[in-house]
């Protein structure tokens, strides 16, 4: 008689037993959705916020510029800007006046806020005064430097000032091909031919009077095949033609791929020729910021590509390891320079927080975070971008103390160097102290500020 009352509380009590667990479940479920929507709400805001940290920040940059840089007598820009944006230097930097037209050019294309006559008129500005003053038409080289009035000053045995050269003028080209179309392909034709003479040039590097001694070992450098494959993405927007110089595309991976060490889990600035470690401060170099950008170059250029899925695994490797190396645990920020082997960098600047190296990875972090949705690569993108908005920009709300050198028996600097003059200081000591109070200088343009702020303002906004 007592067997099924105890079958019947064995049931109840399985059955209370999983209303229970059932109940803990739906509870447990409830809190963990409701931490997930928490955390998916509190990153949506983050990325607003961001977001419109990037806007403004590109705005503040654009008008720093526009400001203080363009040479309404002679064309170009200044690129030589004290903390307020005064000229301190009358000097042009050619391949900073190539970087600042097709920036300036690029956000007339891509942004409706900027796509005004007084952005297209400064791009103009730069475009022609390099047509005119910057290239030598009788060996197509593109001078260094050169005065104001575009007297040649310095010619390098390097082919970067040609590269920015053919940028600005592929992208002022696509600026004003409804409004002109001649003009524009006739500038996207001139952007072609001097690309091909850099293509020649990278083959043969005595053209550009880089003459190797006997004793001088045969070394493999990074730079130059990122920057072709850079060159060759900004070619392609013109037409939206992704076949455009694929067969140099594809030559620039395997040269690019010889610095990534995956035993070492390092990249490599410099290697010999077949990719062989090199046992000198040059062979043990590394510059983390330059694979970090280049990691993201690959990324931009393996979109849509049948062996995207590798080309991916190497960029997000060099993203990866570079970070990791680079990153200063004790004071935050990335180095400039570190040897392989942790011996002293020959170069003095070696614990320096350089501003392009932190734009760059702000970059990088975001797009493999928006490619992988992986939480390291949103921590990363907040480490980085967190000390850098903190310490590079020159605004009230960082405010910004800037040492001026002794000027006993001198003349003494206006008070505006004392107080904010907007854009960014470029260059910070390892503690994140400002090292250097000028905005604009010889490296030091309107580029790698206001590319990041567009760049990952953009990516943002496509974020759900």
């Not at 007339?108 to 103009?124: M, S």
């Not at 170059?297 to 695994?313: P, R």
């Not at 904010?420 to 470029?426: K, T, V």
Request: net charge negative; hydrophobic share 40%.
């Amino acid at each position: 008689a007592l067997e099924p009352a105890g079958a019947v509380r064995s049931c109840k009590n399985a059955s209370h037993a999983r209303n229970t667990s059932y109940t803990h479940s739906l509870l447990f479920s409830s809190l963990f959705f409701s931490l997930l929507s928490l955390l998916m709400t509190s990153k949506r805001g983050d990325k607003a916020q961001l977001q419109q940290q990037m806007e403004d920040g590109l705005r503040d940059c654009i008008d720093f510029w526009l400001k203080h840089s363009v040479d309404e007598e002679h064309g170009g820009y200044f690129n030589c800007l004290d903390r307020d944006g005064s000229v301190y230097d009358t000097k042009k930097h050619v391949w900073l006046q190539g970087r600042q037209a097709w920036m300036l050019a690029h956000l007339y294309n891509e942004r409706e806020e900027y796509h005004t006559a007084r952005v297209l008129q400064a791009a103009g500005s730069g475009v022609h005064f390099l047509r005119k003053h910057a290239f030598r038409s009788e060996d197509r080289r593109v001078y260094f430097c050169v005065a104001a009035d575009g007297k040649p000053v310095k010619l390098q045995r390097k082919l970067f000032a040609e590269c920015f050269y053919v940028m600005a003028l592929s992208e002022y080209a696509r600026a004003v091909r409804d409004s002109n179309a001649a003009e524009s392909q006739q500038l996207f034709a001139e952007a072609l031919a001097e690309f091909d003479t850099i293509v020649e040039f990278s083959k043969h590097p005595e053209l550009v009077g880089q003459q190797a001694l006997s004793g001088q070992p045969a070394t493999h450098g990074l730079g130059v095949p990122m920057i072709m494959l850079n060159v060759i993405c900004e070619l392609r927007r013109y037409n939206k033609d992704d076949s455009l110089y694929e067969d140099l595309a594809q030559a620039c991976i395997p040269q690019i791929r010889l610095h990534v060490k995956d035993d070492l889990k390092l990249v490599l600035e410099t290697v010999g020729p077949n990719g062989e470690l090199l046992d000198s401060p040059e062979g043990r170099l590394l510059l983390c910021g330059h694979a970090i950008e280049a990691g993201w170059f690959i990324l931009n250029y393996a979109q849509g590509k049948k062996d995207a899925e590798s080309l991916v695994e190497m960029a997000l490797n060099m993203i990866d390891w570079s970070y990791r190396a680079g990153w200063d645990t004790e004071q935050g920020g990335i180095f400039y320079f570190l040897d392989r082997d942790g011996h002293s960098p020959e170069q003095l600047e070696w614990s320096l927080k350089l501003w392009w190296v932190h734009n760059e990875t702000m970059i990088a972090t975001l797009m493999a975070y928006q490619l992988t949705k992986q939480e390291m690569w949103w921590q990363r993108f907040l480490q980085v971008t967190e000390y850098t908005m903190a310490r590079f920009p020159d605004s009230a709300k960082n405010d910004i103390k800037v040492f001026n050198p002794s000027t006993t028996g001198r003349k003494s600097p206006p008070a505006s160097m004392s107080r904010p003059g907007g854009e960014w200081f470029g260059y910070l000591n390892r503690d994140g102290s400002v090292s250097q109070r000028f905005k604009g200088g010889p490296y030091k343009g309107c580029f790698h500020v206001p590319r990041a702020l567009h760049i990952c303002g953009h990516i943002l906004s496509q974020l759900e």
